[in-house]
Every structure is written in structure tokens, then in C-alpha cells.
């Protein structure tokens, strides 16, 4: 077999049974590339986790079209094993065929406990390897080793020198690569038994990709004081003679060749941080001009030349995993920053370069989301990959019964603007960590959709009666945590900051009963809805707003009473000019400016007649009668070349948002 996705795959075959019932303990069928391949055989999937959620679903999409005699395939997940089946609903149990899939069917020769901890996605590598080297049978080190060496690239006896080490930890979290603890406990152990590394944090710098950055960072100035200087690369310096925050060798081998391509890629997507030197004009004539700050305009042309470049060459394929646009997204980010930025000297020719490549990005990304998006919203919630998953990723966080924690959604904040406010944020409180993520927005990227998602812990669908507005957020959040064990008194919700002082709600979240907090910072929001300078000005204005100081007083707010704190966005925003407006009366349910929402489609059809570029898009997790029209690449449904800044379509800066942890830095 081709893949390890057809030993599951050969079972679902169309009208076999219009109901199975799967156990599935290690999420096989949640992974992204087994969901296309069950949708494109005509299966719709449900997952058991929620019965309430499970039976509104079962009920109204299923069962009153199996009463009406129509046919589907349906699949019913329970992640649990085989024998487990049977806590199923009795009425499943009747009328579902039955099967059950795990990891030791599909790997027998290697240890099922590691397996486990593996990221689905890696499966695919894991399967080639085990076709092209068939391992005998294999136990739990041997297994490890196996796949350090075979699914992520590491070979443990050929890190003998500190560049050696340095390109694995460089190549692991350029690509924000998640390696399970069991195999980085084994990596280390074996590292160990070479005293070259004995002065190297291993167990920290492998883990903490911000730790990691950190080290970096910190040492970059050493090696150009090296490089002035012509000495060699050497590790032997001791940090405590020049006062590093972060133990280990001071010097590293920046300029190896397979270290220097790292570089460059940190620095121009906004990783690592120019420094400033005072022999900058001589170190410009070297490959390190990149880390080293000469004039900011200088230094922010020719991160953008480099950067759009890299982009270019780099734009995610149609069938790319969901992580490969995230990672993305945050070249794209520092892109969009820098391309809007007034003191940069664009240029003609580099605006239109600009342009040239948001065209390619969208028409891709547009046709990546039209293939793999409903794939993304039954994808497990650790991490968290849709703003839905949130609250469940969150929830586990407190399995102790012991935190507090604070989501705070900024509402309408893009991942570019979130780059500007982590900039003020780290001037104004430079001992806080920021651990950045991202994920994905729901389509329609409106705030009825994708806030209340995010609050409510589910996809739009179960909330039909509530979509057209944010009235029940409140009753929403405090839903999902009664279903996870709190009281009402334990549950804090406020929206409609972001302005003022904080006095007030200082007194609320000081509540001793206040467990999670699920706050809501509109000022954002409120710009971008005024805004009539396009994305250059949403980053003046969102800077100046962040100047001013709410947000980090609300997190220095929270930090005060022990919460844990999240900081995330319901939707990005976008520059787009006016194609038109629809004249439709009252027959659109939301009239947005990137997005008409229509009740039926022939109404939806006939609008669209006047804007054959709109996309008529399927109503995924929504209710049935919400349908989406959404305008083209960046063009609105406003006037013919006015230009506003709105949210609702499909691009990357409105689809793929922050999802920061902010913590204080441990000494």
C-alpha cells in the first residue's frame, strides 16, 4: 500500500452502510490527509465527544434526511478502543456497522507507546521508513531512535561538534517542529554521554523554542565582535564572564555554512533582532549585515526585498499540511509590516512586486482552504488549530483544578498587528515571554462566526439561533466551563475594553471565586471599522493605541491574581477596493463588506450573477441556511474604487490570527 491512510481507507466504500460506527483511540481518522481522503468518498464524519453536541447534530443533519429517504454515509468516531463501542447511544448500535483502528495494527514492528506521542502528521514518514528499512521488531529506545533518525532527521552519533547541535536546534525550531518529550529525553541522553555538550542547557534549549531564540539573541553580538576581529569561532567562553541570562557557551558558529542560512531566515522574518555595533559599516560588507542595525530605513528596504523573495519561493502547496501555512503566515506578517511601512523605500517596482505576490498567495490559499478546511475542524484541540479549539485546549490546562486563566480575544487584531503590539509590549514589560502560535479563524471571518466559536467552544452549527449576533457569548462561555466542572460564580466574562483605565475591572477579576476569564478588547475593531488610510494607517493607529498602555496594564492586572494568561484574535483584517455593492434590499442576512450572507441559494445565485469572481462558499460547521458570498482576492462590496479596510473574506491576513501565551520571564 501506498500509504498507511489506505489500510483504514480500503473499509469506506459508499452505500455499504448509511451509519459506521468507529473506535478510534489514537485519532487516525481526525488526521488532515485521512479526513480528504474520507470526504472525497462521500463520508461525513462526526466525532463522539459532546453527546448534547453529538445528538443536535445526528438528529438534524442525519436522521431527518434518512427519514426523508435519502441516503448518506455517515461516521461516528469514538476515541476509544473497540470494546468501548458499546457506550454508544442504543439506537447507533442498531443500525451501524462496526470497526476499529489503532497504531499497532498499521506498525507492528514498532513500540506502541511511542507511537502515541507522535504528531499524526509525521505518520506519513513514518510509514516510508518503516516500507524502505523494515525494522524488525523493535522496543521503546530502538523505536525512538528509529524515528529521530527517519521522521525527523536527526542522527544522534553524528552531533559531535557544537555546529553539528547548533543546525539540529536551528532546523527544529526555524520550523516550529514539535518533537514528543519521550524522544528529546532519548536525544539528550545520548548527547550526554559527549562532554563536548556538557555546558550546553540541552534539556531547556531543545524543549522552549523562545528559550531557544533567547540564547540565540544574546550571543549574536559576541560573534560579531569575533567576526570584526577575525578570531575563530570558539565555545570555550564561560557565560558568566559576559553576563548571559541564559547559561551555556558564549561563542557559537554562526558562520558555518549550514548555520548561516538559519540566520539569515531568523532575522528576516523578525525571529532574531538586528543589534546595533559600532563598527556596523565594516561588518556591512559580510554575510552578518542582516543581524546588524544600520539605518532603520536601510535595514527595512532590504528585509523586505529579501523577504518577499523567500516568500515567493516558499508559498505552501495545494496540498500542504495546515502547519505549513501557519508558519507561513508569519513571514507574511512581517511582509505586510514592512511593505506598509512609511519610511521604507518601496519603491514602483517593489510595490508591484507586492501586489504580484498577494495575487499568487490568495488564488493558493483560497484553493488550499476550498480542499483542506473542513478538514481542520475536527482536528484534535492540543494545540490548538481553529479558534473553536480554544476553550478545550484551555480546559485541559486546568486539569489540576489549581490555575487561572485569562483568554483576552482583541477583537479584529491580523497577525501583522500583533507583531506591532509585541514590539510595545516588549518595551513596556521586557520581563514577559511571549510564546507565539497561531490559528485559524472560521469562515466567515466575521465576529458573530468566529468570536462566539471561540467562546463557545464548538462550531457555528450548534449555535443557529444566536449566529446573526455576540448577544450570547456570555451564556455561551459560561456553558462550556459548567460542562467542564465550574459554577457560574467561577466564570468571568467582560467585553468592550480596551479604553481607559482598568480600576473596575480590576475589582471583578480580583474575585476570589474567578477561575477563567474571557475577556474581549474591541478598540482594534473599532479602528479598523473608521479607518480610511488603508493598512498603513491600521498600523499607525494600532501602535498609538498600544502606546497608551491598556493592555499591558491588563495583563500586569492578571499576572496580580495568578491567572494564566492567553491572548488571541477572533479575525484579521484586510486592505480591499470596491467592487460594487450589491443591490439586494432585505434578502442578505449580514451585509459586510468582505462577505453577504444569504438564506437560500437561489438568492445567493442570483447576487452573484452580478459578481461572477464572488465565492459561493459551502456552509462548513455552519447552519444550512447561513450561506456565505464572499468577494474576490481584495476587492469589498462597496463602491467601485473606494478603499476600505474590512474582514470577512478569505485571505491570510484574515483567516490565520495570534494565539500568544503571555508569561513572566523565570530568573
Given at each position: 500500500?501506498r ?8 473499509e469506506?466504500?459508499?452505500?455499504v ?16 490527509g ?9 463520508f ?8 448534547i453536541a453529538?445528538?443536535?447534530a ?10 426523508r ?29 462496526k ?5 499497532g495494527?498499521?506498525?507492528p514492528?514498532?513500540s ?9 502528521s ?8 518503516q516500507?524502505?528499512?523494515?525494522p524488525?521488531?523493535?522496543?521503546d ?17 553524528l552531533?559531535?561538534?557544537s555546529?553539528d547541535?547548533l543546525?539540529?536546534?536551528l ?14 529525553a ?18 531547556t ?10 540564547f540565540?539573541q ?14 575563530e ?17 558564549a ?8 548555520i ?13 533582532r ?20 544600520n ?21 505552501p ?11 507561513f503566515a ?12 512609511p ?16 495575487v499568487r498567495v490568495?488564488?493558493?490559499?483560497a ?20 479558534l ?14 489549581r490555575?487561572?486563566i485569562?483568554?483576552?480575544?482583541v477583537?479584529g487584531?491580523?497577525l501583522?498587528q500583533?507583531l506591532?503590539?509585541?514590539?510595545v509590549l ?6 514577559c ?9 472560521w469562515?466567515p471571518?466575521?465576529t458573530?462566526?468566529s468570536?462566539?466559536?471561540a ?13 446573526q449576533?455576540n ?15 465550574l ?16 480600576e473596575?475591572?480590576?475589582n ?5 471565586k ?21 493598512t498603513a ?6 501602535r498609538q ?13 492578571l ?5 494564566r494568561v ?7 483584517n ?7 455593492r ?19 441559494r ?12 464572488a ?7 455552519l ?5 456565505p458570498?464572499?468577494?474576490?482576492g ?34
Amino acid at each position: 500500500m501506498r500509504s498507511w491512510r489506505d489500510h483504514i481507507l480500503r473499509e469506506f466504500t459508499p452505500n455499504v452502510a448509511r451509519l459506521t460506527l468507529v473506535a478510534d483511540p489514537d485519532g487516525l481518522l481526525l488526521e488532515e490527509g485521512m479526513l480528504e481522503g474520507i470526504r472525497e468518498r462521500g463520508f461525513e464524519l462526526i466525532p463522539f465527544d459532546d453527546h448534547i453536541a453529538f445528538r443536535y447534530a445526528y438528529e438534524s443533519q442525519f436522521r431527518a434526511r434518512w427519514d426523508r429517504g435519502e441516503h448518506t454515509d455517515l461516521v461516528v468516531v469514538l476515541h476509544s478502543a473497540y470494546n468501548d463501542l458499546g457506550s454508544l447511544p442504543h439506537d447507533l448500535l442498531l443500525a451501524g456497522r462496526k470497526l476499529s483502528f489503532n497504531l499497532g495494527d498499521i506498525f507492528p514492528n514498532l513500540s506502541y507507546p511511542v507511537l502515541t506521542a507522535l504528531d499524526r502528521s509525521e505518520l506519513d514518514a513514518v510509514y516510508q521508513a518503516q516500507q524502505r528499512h523494515a525494522p524488525g521488531q523493535l522496543g521503546d529506545n530502538a523505536t525512538k531512535e528509529f524515528l529521530l533518525r527517519h521522521v525527523f532527521e536527526i542522527a544522534p552519533e553524528l552531533i559531535k561538534q557544537s555546529s553539528d547541535l547548533l543546525r539540529v536546534l536551528l532546523r527544529r525550531h526555524y520550523r516550529d517542529q514539535r518533537i514528543p518529550a519521550v524522544l528529546d529525553a532519548r536525544l539528550i541522553q545520548l548527547l550526554r554521554q559527549n562532554t563536548t555538550f556538557d555546558d550546553w542547557p540541552l534539556e531547556t534549549l531543545a524543549s522552549d523554542r523562545e528559550a531557544f531564540l533567547a540564547f540565540l539573541q544574546e550571543r549574536w553580538s559576541i560573534f560579531l565582535d569575533c567576526e570584526l576581529a577575525g578570531k575563530e569561532s570558539s565555545v570555550q567562553e564561560s557565560d558568566e564572564v559576559y553576563g548571559l541570562s541564559i547559561r551555556g557557551p558564549a561563542n557559537l558558529p554562526f558562520g558555518h555554512p549550514d548555520i548561516r542560512v538559519y540566520m539569515d531566515n531568523l532575522f528576516l522574518e523578525g525571529l532574531l533582532r538586528p543589534v546595533p555595533h559600532e563598527h556596523s559599516t565594516a561588518l556591512a560588507k559580510s554575510w552578518v549585515t542582516i543581524g546588524v542595525r544600520n539605518g532603520a530605513t536601510e535595514d527595512r528596504s532590504r528585509r523586505l526585498v529579501k523577504l518577499l523573495d523567500g516568500l515567493g519561493n516558499s508559498i505552501p502547496a495545494e496540498d500542504a499540511r495546515h502547519t505549513d501555512w501557519l508558519h507561513f503566515a508569519r513571514g507574511w506578517a512581517e511582509m505586510v509590516l514592512l511593505s506598509n511601512d512609511p519610511e521604507v523605500s518601496s519603491g514602483t517596482e517593489t510595490g508591484q512586486s507586492v501586489r504580484e505576490l498577494q495575487v499568487r498567495v490568495d488564488s493558493r490559499f483560497a484553493a488550499w482552504l476550498s480542499k483542506r478546511y473542513a478538514g481542520l475542524v475536527n482536528l484534535p484541540p492540543v494545540p490548538p488549530v481553529m479558534l473553536h479549539h480554544i476553550p478545550r485546549f484551555l480546559a485541559r490546562q486546568m486539569d489540576d483544578g489549581r490555575a487561572k486563566i485569562a483568554l483576552v480575544i482583541v477583537d479584529g487584531l491580523s497577525l501583522d498587528q500583533w507583531l506591532i503590539v509585541r514590539e510595545v509590549l516588549t518595551a513596556q514589560m521586557p520581563d514577559c515571554v511571549f510564546r507565539e502560535h497561531s490559528v485559524f479563524a472560521w469562515i466567515p471571518t466575521i465576529t458573530a462566526v468566529s468570536r462566539q466559536a471561540a467562546f463557545a467552544g464548538k462550531a457555528p452549527i450548534f449555535f443557529p439561533n444566536s449566529i446573526q449576533s455576540n448577544e450570547r457569548e456570555p451564556a455561551l462561555w459560561t456553558q462550556f466551563w459548567a460542562d467542564h466542572g465550574l459554577l457560574p460564580n467561577q466564570v468571568l466574562y467582560k467585553r468592550a475594553l480596551g479604553e481607559g483605565k482598568t480600576e473596575d475591572l480590576a475589582n471583578t477579576i480580583a474575585h476570589p471565586k474567578v477561575k477563567i476569564a474571557g475577556l474581549v478588547i474591541g478598540k482594534v475593531d473599532k479602528i479598523m471599522h473608521g479607518m480610511e488610510l488603508g493598512t498603513a494607517g491600521m498600523h499607525n493607529q494600532v501602535r498609538q493605541w498600544a502606546n497608551l498602555s491598556f493592555l499591558s496594564m491588563l495583563v500586569d492586572l492578571l499576572f496580580a491574581q495568578g491567572f494564566r494568561v492567553w491572548l488571541t484574535s477572533d479575525h484579521g483584517n484586510v486592505e480591499a477596493e470596491g467592487c460594487g455593492r450589491p443591490s439586494e434590499g432585505a434578502i442578505a442576512d449580514v451585509r459586510g463588506e468582505r462577505v453577504r450572507i444569504y438564506p437560500d441559494r437561489t438568492l445567493r445565485s442570483k447576487v452573484k450573477q452580478r459578481f461572477p469572481a464572488a465565492l459561493e462558499w459551502e456552509p462548513v460547521g455552519l447552519p444550512e441556511a447561513y450561506l456565505p458570498l464572499i468577494a474576490s482576492g481584495r476587492q469589498a462590496f462597496v463602491a467601485e474604487g473606494d478603499c476600505i479596510v474590512g474582514h470577512g473574506g478569505l485571505s491570510v491576513e484574515e483567516m490565520i490570527v495570534p494565539f500568544v501565551e503571555i508569561e513572566r520571564a523565570t530568573t
